[in-house]
């Protein structure tokens, strides 16, 4: 099929969400305590839907059952990328997420390794991204009492950041902060610490410290990130992060820029700006807060306007 499959994401109400999705996308929202939109998303928990074209109305999971050569006939169970936006308006509780192997044999699902590229923050905002215990049994002994300003390492964050975290990263969004993410599609979180905050009825949300123990990376070491700019017509194409499950780049479109497939699909989010996409001879105009997949087929297409995109490509090994 040589048409984009643009999509209608699924919105999700978060004890610390807030309304930016509406104020800087323009969405609609459920309430103001929306956290995130599953954006291009096949997960059972929120599945995004086809808006355009022959397969209009179809969820995104249906197109990976019954027609994978839109997605080149790659293997796998489950469509194995996310794109969410997340609105942090208050701090997201401290988690780690597991691998592959941990999670299909404890969750029976993927495990989750993401990344975040920061739209918004406030001034002084911050994330939290690793720990500071060497061992084992100082981290186990830190949670237990509670020592979360002598175990957690806080990072001040601006926008235009860039945040790689494989599974195993002890993490948290900060409040005031808007993200872009591409993740594996996987639901699963282990809680570490959710500020002893209760919900409206009192209630507060479970945590899972033997999983996070167990899944924890100790010591905590930064993943390393080997980034390029390729400067082409009308386009520079930065490389965020790649590795065997996505590559992740920033699109700085001005002007115009013939585009080349570089995988077997392409996942694309629009965080700026408007602009015209054009493949073969028809054109769809794209704009801040459009999400797109360019399936299989379509091996090249233009862009042309002034926008600030985030595509994402399957890596091979997933
Ligand atoms: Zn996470």
Not at 51 to 56: F, I, R, S, V
Not at 97 to 106: C, Q, R, S
Not at 167 to 192: C, F, M, N, P, W
Request: charged share 20%; with cysteine.
């Amino acid at each position: 099929m040589n048409q984009p499959l643009f999509l209608k994401g699924v919105m999700q109400e978060k004890i610390w969400g807030g309304n930016n999705l509406k104020k800087v996308f323009g969405y609609d929202i459920p309430s103001n305590h929306t956290g995130e939109l599953w954006a291009i998303s096949a997960h059972k928990n929120g599945p995004a839907v086809v808006e355009n074209g022959p397969y209009k109305g179809k969820t995104l999971a249906e197109l990976w059952d019954e027609h994978r050569e839109l997605f080149g006939n790659q293997d796998g169970d489950v469509f194995p990328l996310l794109t969410k936006i997340l609105d942090a308006e208050d701090n997201l509780s401290v988690q780690v997420h597991p691998d592959d192997a941990y999670g299909l044999e404890h969750e029976g699902e993927l495990g989750k390794t993401e990344c975040w590229y920061i739209i918004d923050a406030e001034e002084g905002a911050e994330i939290i991204l690793g720990h500071h215990a060497q061992t084992k049994e100082a981290f186990e002994r830190m949670v237990e009492q509670g020592n979360w300003d002598e175990l957690l390492r806080s990072v001040p964050v601006k926008p235009g950041d860039f945040f790689y975290v494989p599974s195993g990263t002890i993490h948290a969004i900060g409040k005031g902060i808007t993200i872009l993410e591409t993740q594996q599609s996987s639901d699963t979180t282990y809680r570490v610490y959710d500020y002893d905050r209760t919900d409206a009825k009192g209630n507060t949300r479970p945590l899972h410290i033997r999983q996070s123990i167990d899944v924890a990376m100790i010591p905590h070491q930064d993943a390393k990130l080997s980034q390029s700019t390729q400067t082409i017509e009308g386009a520079a194409i930065k490389t965020l992060v790649q590795n065997e499950f996505f590559t992740v780049q920033e699109w700085a479109v001005s002007g115009k820029a013939g585009l080349t497939a570089q995988g077997l699909y392409t996942l694309v989010s629009v965080l700026d700006g408007e602009g015209t996409l054009t493949v073969e001879d028809q054109s769809y105009t794209i704009k801040k807060g459009t999400h797109f997949i360019l399936p299989n087929e379509i091996k090249f297409w233009t862009i042309s306007g002034n926008l600030q995109i985030i595509a994402s490509i399957p890596g091979e090994n997933v």
